[in-house]
């Protein structure tokens, strides 16, 4: 197995230096899709695409058994101007590669496809599908949430982000909230209308102070931010209207409507959610695979980033190989070492899982 991994750890990092160096945002990523489409056709795989998303079973799919996904995304952000490198280019400098996505998320990428490559000949007790899939650096509806009705049932997901090869055990929920304060225009001059905006900065105050009560030990509290404010035509008018943006950065503690219902109890304006999609998420520390995680050497922390995570419905775990920190910076970059190392990882926690009656244990 030393050989197989060495040589798909190899196969990895070199089509990661053809991702690197093609046009990928999102929204555009079609060459990109098309490459890793071609790619995996050649291990002779059945190789399923929809719009800019590509995905392939290990085998012939076993209704009888549970599924397990790895998913990582294909698309990356617009480089800024501040890059000194050429950020679709890939250059390698001895263990460093340096590109636009390399590290998030290609290496996790292309890691995650090396281990799933290492196992799709082995005798599983589970189905094993990889995904690699599009716009999840702007949570797009026609990313990996357009296909999971195409997947079936998922058991267990292991989504690929740059992680140092921690396990991120809870991801931080998003909710950006539209709010509207309404009152009554006058003239400034005199005692008249109702101003919005005096309307607007008691709701305002509220969401600056309140805490909720409930505390996650790996997201801490639920964390609301006034971020946008709009008032007013001319200065001798009073406002009838006061928009304002909140953006809610929530535990798993609670559920994105949970929450909304609750605010718009709270406060007098208008609360409209723009959407409930970007959930929050958490798998229990004594769940097999984080224990077994453990038992390899890796940490767990929560994870205050959102990712595809945010849109599955099932059990999930976030890890891969690169630094959280690297993203959407200039000259943006992975070792090849880190890949190496995930390859391995990701094969370690594979490797023997058994999914019973929906509980995960590990052969001996």
């Given amino acids: 197995m030393t050989d197989k991994l060495e040589l798909y750890s190899s196969e990895a990092i070199e089509l990661l230096k053809v991702l690197i160096s093609t046009r990928s945002f999102s929204r555009e990523e079609d060459e990109v899709a098309t490459i890793m489409f071609d790619f995996l056709e050649q291990k002779s795989l059945k190789v399923n695409r929809q719009g800019n998303n590509v995905w392939c079973w290990a085998k012939a799919k076993d209704a009888t058994k549970p599924t397990v996904l790895l998913n990582s995304h294909l698309d990356t952000v617009k480089p800024s101007s501040k890059w000194t490198y050429e950020p679709i280019q890939a250059t390698l400098e001895e263990d460093k590669l340096t590109g636009l996505g390399s590290n998030d998320a290609g290496g996790p990428l292309v890691a995650l496809m090396a281990a799933f490559l ?111 404010i709009e008032a007013g035509s001319q200065h001798n008018v009073v406002p009838d209207l006061c928009r304002f943006v909140v953006d809610v950065r929530f535990n798993e503690c609670y559920s994105n409507v949970e929450l909304h219902q609750f605010i718009s109890s709270q406060v007098e304006c208008d609360v409209k959610p723009r959407s409930y999609r970007l959930n929050s998420s958490a798998i229990a520390l004594d769940h097999p695979l984080v224990k077994r995680g453990i038992e390899l050497g890796l940490s767990y922390y929560g994870s205050p980033t959102t990712s595809d995570q945010a849109v599955m419905n099932f059990t999930t775990v976030k890890i891969g190989c690169g630094d959280s920190a690297r993203s959407h910076t200039p000259d943006e970059y992975i070792y090849l070492s880190e890949i190496k190392e995930g390859v391995k990882i990701y094969y370690e926690l594979l490797n023997g899982l058994c999914i019973i009656d929906q509980d995960v244990v590990y052969k001996k």
Wanted: hydrophobic letters at 40%.
């Fill in 118 to 228: 290492c196992l799709k000949d082995e005798a599983l007790d589970y189905n094993l599908v990889f995904a690699a899939t599009a716009e999840e650096e702007i949570s797009g509806a026609n990313g990996v949430a357009s296909i999971l009705p195409e997947l079936g049932d998922i058991d267990l997901g292991i989504v690929g982000e740059p992680t140092q090869m921690q396990m991120a055990v809870a991801e931080k929920g998003l909710m950006v909230l539209d709010c509207e304060a309404h009152g009554r225009t006058g003239h400034a001059a005199r005692e008249e209308g109702d101003n919005a905006l005096y309307k607007a900065l008691k709701d305002i105050e509220w969401f600056r102070i309140y805490k909720f009560e409930k505390v996650s030990p790996h997201l801490g509290p639920v964390k609301m931010t006034v971020t946008q």
